[in-house]
């Protein structure tokens, strides 16, 4: 099979042919149709992540077709089109008996623990616990988002961040996972503050349904905290703005990018007991950020992290897409083939996601 692959961290990211994987005992080979190409996969690369060994094949978000299942598994045969989340889990340990397959206490996440989807063929393990069957309205194009960008926004909105109609969400970084969760907030009656630096992400959100915009490089970039590297102030500053939008803070913030200053400037941006949520990666290698716990503690602050969908929840996220509230596929603004992948890997740097908006879908 073609597949990417990359033998050293932040190395070459290689066009090659691999032998196609043998179904684990309890697994699933997928024939891919399309996987999404995500900030994390570039985490990944980068060497961010201590699971990935070397060589590796990246990807975690995907849609495709059952094409070889192990002896052990019992609820699929072949042919099904599927997807499935980017954690998966055992089935068998305390979180998964709780239905919490998505802190399962030894996961698996193909393209960290093991080869991802950037290939013609991936493996998921736990078949049986872990593969989400497609209705025949979502195409393979849309359904690559789900596994991780559109289901864990889905995740953070409605359960973790349980938003209610007439709240006020603020997203901060408006790539796959902040997008999606603009398009979440509003269809759950919430109202959304989307903040970016690219203007064409922001008014990719408007077109989703955020009612304000704020561009902190605009706004906020030449600040003296900024041109300092004060992060702590400018993350203050900017939370401060957001309150100021909203009449008095927001009852829900999201962290959709993973950064230090976006962590922060997040929770600033709360009300009263409001609620953070906290989606984007932020591996140690990025430092500690600076959380304003006083503010935490005065106001009553929640702080929850969110990690992924588990496979059983899927059916009402399913439910909302087939019914036409939610819309993955607008957040698809670019397909390419493998070939690219590296390309598009490439545009994302430390601090910012791709250069263009929405989600870069790749077909084999």
Known sequence: ??????????????????????????????????????RSDWHGWRGHDPDITLPHVPGHEFAGVVHAV???????????RITAPFVCGCGTCGSCARGDQQVCERQTQPGFTHDGSFAEYVVVRHADVNLVR??????????????CRFATAFRAVVQQGR???GQWVAVYGCGGVGLSAVMIATASGARAVAVDVSPDALALAVELGAEVTINPSVVAGSTDEAESGDIAAGAARLGAMVREATGGGVSL???????????AAAVHSLARR???????????????????????????????GSHGMAAHAYPQLLAAVEAGALRPDRLVTRRVGLDAIALVLAEMGDDAGPSQPGITVATP
């Open 1 to 38: 099979m073609r597949a990417v692959q990359f033998q050293t961290y932040a190395g070459p990211l290689d066009l090659v042919d691999l032998a196609e994987p043998p179904a684990p005992d309890d697994g699933a080979v997928v024939r891919v149709e399309a996987t999404g190409i995500c």
């Open 70 to 80: 192990g002896r052990a598994v019992r609820l699929w045969r072949g042919g099904e």
């Open 134 to 147: 497609l209705p025949d309205t979502v195409d393979a194009i849309s359904a690559a988002a789900l596994g």
């Open 163 to 165: 938003a209610a109609p």
């Open 253 to 263: 913030s999201i962290d959709a990018l993973g950064s230090l200053s976006t962590c």
């Open 274 to 304: 409001g609620r953070h949520v906290q989606v984007g990666l932020l591996p140690p290698v990025l430092g500690i950020p600076p959380i304003p716990m006083e503010r935490v503690i005065g106001a009553e602050l929640e702080l929850v």
